[in-house]
């Protein structure tokens, strides 16, 4: 995952719990979240992730604040949730690194990503996240949160959004990595 961001972004480190593939334990998990409003499957997940990262890695130092990866308010008001903010509880029940879901917000309510190619995916969400201006995250150490990772245009354009802030860095876990990626 680390090789989509390289050279393009300040991406110190980046993990998945599992690979994603179609009709795989990992999709049915990943629609239970997100389609069949079982948000807390997405807060299990992601304190169980955080907690194997912590016995074999210091992948958390140095994090300052998690970022999970927003929902436009008409989809949240559709879904009833964010399930990168339920992922990104577990992770803070674990960590106890604090969670920031208002720092990046989405500019404007765009297609789903799922059936798009990566050139498509990258259109998408071209100028899709905005820094709140009420934000400050200079010097700062952000853990981006997602879902699953595909192209990773998604978390790209997440980043995009910190453009003009100074030194910031980013990590980024999700639950799942696309099996195009690996």
Request: with cysteine.
């Amino acid at each position: 995952m680390e090789q989509l961001f390289e050279g393009l972004y300040p991406v110190d480190r980046c993990s998945s719990y599992f690979f994603y593939h179609k009709d795989g334990v990992g999709s049915n998990l990943l629609y239970q979240i997100k389609y069949y409003n079982h948000p807390w499957v997405g807060e299990y997940l992601g304190r169980c992730m955080a907690q194997e990262i912590l016995a074999t890695s210091n992948f958390f130092e140095g994090i300052d604040v998690i970022v999970p990866v927003p929902l436009h308010p008409r989809k949240k008001r559709i879904r009833g949730y964010n399930q990168c903010l339920y992922i990104s509880q577990g992770i803070s029940k674990v960590t106890g690194i604090p969670i920031n879901e208002d720092m990046v917000y989405r500019t404007r309510f765009n297609e789903t990503q799922t059936h798009k190619i990566r050139t498509q995916r990258q259109e998408n969400v071209y100028s899709l996240f905005a820094l709140n201006e009420d934000s400050s995250a200079d010097d700062t150490s952000i853990l981006i949160v997602d879902d699953v990772c595909t192209t990773g245009a998604t978390i790209g354009a997440v980043m995009d959004a910190f453009r003009g802030t100074k030194n910031v860095r980013f990590s980024v876990l999700t639950l799942g990595l696309a099996s195009s990626l690996h």
